[in-house]
């Protein structure tokens, strides 16, 4: 049983679309950090946020931290084919604990 | 600027063998930790440093072991390898647990038949 449930765990869109997935748990987390990966290589941290409600803009990427810090959202708004991988989410329960990665998405954004 | 280098980048063990995936980082991290990512899933933990001389078990330590005699190197040592651990291995590093960023390497595919 995953403690981060990811969701969707594939998404197939066009170049263009808008999408958003999902990172949930029944815990409360102290922060919770946004990464993505491309085959062949490790993944790279996105974002970290650590304040229930916060919500932060990378590009055309945002990044929402639920209120009562269980869960968060990541919205590509007019995806391109670059934004092509697999996002993963991790959440800390506080500074002596490690990460808990969720399953991750597989994005594939077709030209 | 190197990171976190993990070798090798592939491997093909027959069962039963053993051998050991190398990492080192040269960011003066305390914290290192090895994972292992199986087809289409997130990572999970197998075990984790605080500092040189400490190490502990993460999530799926059963199989493995890891020594950190140095801050800069942190290898993962397969003693009789089962096809349960085909997967891809990474190495990450950070400055402290669940707030830092981890840097990753870039992962040894292993293959045990």
């Known amino acids: 049983t995953q403690l981060l449930e990811q969701s969707p765990q594939f998404l197939s869109i066009q170049e263009g679309e808008n999408l958003t997935v999902y990172c949930n748990s029944s815990?409360?987390?102290?922060?919770l950090q946004w990464y993505r990966q491309e085959p062949g290589e490790g993944p790279v941290l996105l974002v970290t946020?650590?304040?229930?409600?916060e919500v932060k803009k990378l590009k055309r990427l945002t990044f929402q931290f639920g209120d009562a810090r269980k869960d968060s959202s990541l919205h590509i708004t007019a995806a391109q084919p670059g934004d092509t991988g697999l996002y993963l989410c991790?959440?800390?329960?506080?500074?002596?604990?490690?990460?808990?990665f969720g399953g991750g998405t597989r994005l594939m954004v077709k030209p | 600027n190197a990171g976190v280098t993990q070798t090798p980048k592939f491997r093909i063990l027959k069962i039963g063998q053993s051998m050991t995936l190398q990492c080192t980082q040269d960011?003066?991290?305390?914290?290192m930790y090895w994972y292992r990512q199986d087809p289409g899933m997130g990572l999970k933990l197998i075990y984790y440093?605080?500092?040189?001389?400490?190490?502990d078990k993460g999530e799926v330590p059963n199989g493995y072991n890891v020594s950190r005699s140095t801050t800069e190197d942190f290898p993962l040592r397969l003693e009789l390898a089962a096809p349960s651990q085909t997967s891809v291995y990474f190495c990450?590093?950070?400055?402290?647990?669940?707030?830092?960023?981890?840097?990753f390497g870039n992962g040894t595919r292993l293959t045990v038949t």
């Open positions: 990450a590093s950070s400055v402290s647990p669940a707030i830092s960023p981890l840097h």
């Open positions: 440093s605080v500092g040189a001389g400490i190490t």
């Open positions: 991790a959440g800390g329960r506080n500074a002596g604990n490690m990460l808990t």
């Open positions: 960011m003066n991290h305390n914290y």
């Open positions: 815990s409360v987390f102290s922060s």
């Open positions: 946020v650590v304040t229930g409600g």
